[in-house]
């Protein structure tokens, strides 16, 4: 752990004169206060004040008490696109006390209960996100300097790529400057949309970074004439963004990998442990869709049947609506990537890292705890399987609103309690999104109903 004398003089040697301190809010959204390096001692033993009634999903109102973000020293990120100024994700205090709707000390101790049963929660992330630009309307669409990238299937197109190589080189040379290990960069399923990897930590490690990402990535494509949005569903007809998570259990005291086993009689190369955590996963998974993709836009990716064929101009959605696991087959919820190696594919873009890591680890915590089985993997192509198929082999199907996923995690008591005191304020907050949606005029709505009748 870094300790307070060795971080100053990392920053007089790095030349940092502001600090931003960074937490979240309900959303997930970077807030910030940016203090001289002079006050790095007040911000690190009493924190940066806030108004957290300014905020969504905070805890608070215009009367209480300031909230207080303390910075955490193993978090400091010189900013690639600024050479004075260096982020510290923080976790917020009230009156002295770690208050309880800090979605990052939620996670901490989420990942506390899993090091008390002896695991430590690693966790991969694949941060897709659009660039795009406005149109004098306000209507989007996709950033496209040269014009080229324009093919239906514009997966890994070297032509659609070329206008983004610079925006992709800086983003990957800043984030291997602060040794995250960035080792691959492509062109997405969709016009105008990018997914650049860095390497696997602990969970807690992986929200930081998944949170700072995307303040770096608003930044730097700014600088390309581009806006970087990590909205999940910018375009009808184009496939939408995740945050797929890649993921393992480790021993907390060897580092071991719990979920490897080469001598798995299924083949997959998955521990017994492996499986309980699945059963885990699948068990509690329509309550976890509502984190997972907690807004009104996430379930436009996450559609079944007729509706699923309209939403890709690839002709895939690439998001699997049915829960389920299977080998290295993405037509799953969770592919077995590689022995000892899990990734859950439906995981959104639009979501707060810290809330879905916590969620996630107890959903599949309680499935080691009961021992619960994930039933045999599924090997074939669900995607060719017809809904009256699935639903014959008794697979569940994801909520298909975020109405109905608000339903799912009222029943469950494994991951509301992994929200601890934030759960309320969550379920009201996005009872209200989807309220306010409803109540919305769509574009969509006039085309379709102003002459029908």
């Known amino acids: 752990m870094a300790d307070r004398e060795s971080v100053r003089r990392q920053m007089e040697q790095d030349g940092i004169r502001y600090i931003l301190t960074q937490f979240v809010d309900m ?5 910030v206060k940016m203090v001289p390096v002079s006050s790095y001692d007040d911000v690190l033993d009493t924190g940066a004040g806030f108004a957290g009634g300014a905020l969504w999903g905070m805890g608070q109102g215009p009367h209480s008490h300031d909230m207080l973000a303390r910075i955490d020293l193993d978090t400091y990120t010189p900013l690639p696109w600024s050479d004075d100024t260096a982020r510290f994700a923080s976790d917020l205090f009230v009156d002295e006390v770690p208050h309880d709707h800090c979605p990052r000390t939620n996670l901490k101790q989420a990942l506390a209960t899993a090091r008390e049963a002896g695991y430590v929660f690693n966790v991969g992330l694949e941060p897709e996100h659009f660039l795009v630009t406005r149109r004098s309307d306000g209507a989007i669409e996709i950033w496209d300097p040269n ?4 093919l239906d299937k514009a997966c890994y197109d070297y032509k659609g790529i070329s206008g983004a190589m610079g925006y992709l080189r800086e983003m990957m040379d800043g984030l291997n400057s602060l040794g995250w290990g960035s080792y691959q960069s492509d062109h997405e399923d969709a016009n105008g949309q990018y997914e650049i990897n860095f390497t696997y930590s602990d969970a807690l490690t992986t929200a930081d970074r998944y949170t700072f990402f995307k303040m770096m990535t608003s930044q730097v494509a700014q600088k390309y004439g581009a806006i970087a949005t990590h909205m999940p569903k910018p375009f009808t007809d184009r496939t939408g963004s995740g945050a797929h998570i890649h993921y393992h259990l480790a021993d907390a005291s060897s580092g071991a990998n719990v979920f490897l086993d080469e001598g798995d009689p299924r083949g997959l190369g998955l521990s017994r442990l492996a499986y309980n955590f699945i059963g885990g996963i699948l068990a509690h998974a329509p309550a976890l869709c509502a984190i ?30 049915f829960v389920s696991y299977g080998d290295n087959n993405r037509t799953q919820m969770i592919r077995t990537a590689g022995p000892g190696h899990l990734e859950d594919r439906t995981i959104s873009s639009g979501c707060n890292p810290y809330l879905v890591l916590a969620a996630y680890v107890a959903a599949g915590l309680d499935g080691i705890a009961w021992e619960l089985e994930p039933g045999e993997p599924n090997l074939g192509n669900l995607y060719d399987l017809g809904l009256e198929e699935i639903q014959r082999r008794g697979i569940k ?4 609103s975020l109405d109905e996923a608000l339903d799912e995690l009222e029943e469950d008591q494994v991951v509301l309690e ?23 005029v769509s574009a969509w709505e006039v085309e379709r109903y102003l002459t029908l009748f």
């Open 27 to 31: 959303y997930g959204a970077a807030k």
């Open 147 to 150: 014009n080229l990238d324009n």
């Open 292 to 321: 997972n993709s907690p807004t009104v836009n996430c379930y436009k990716r996450l559609q079944v049947g007729a509706a699923s064929l309209r939403s890709s101009a690839s002709g895939f959605i690439w998001t699997p609506a």
């Open 397 to 400: 199907l994801f909520p298909q």
């Open 418 to 440: 992994s929200l601890g005191a934030i759960a309320p304020d969550f379920v009201q907050l996005k009872r209200q999104e989807w309220k306010d949606y409803h109540r919305q």
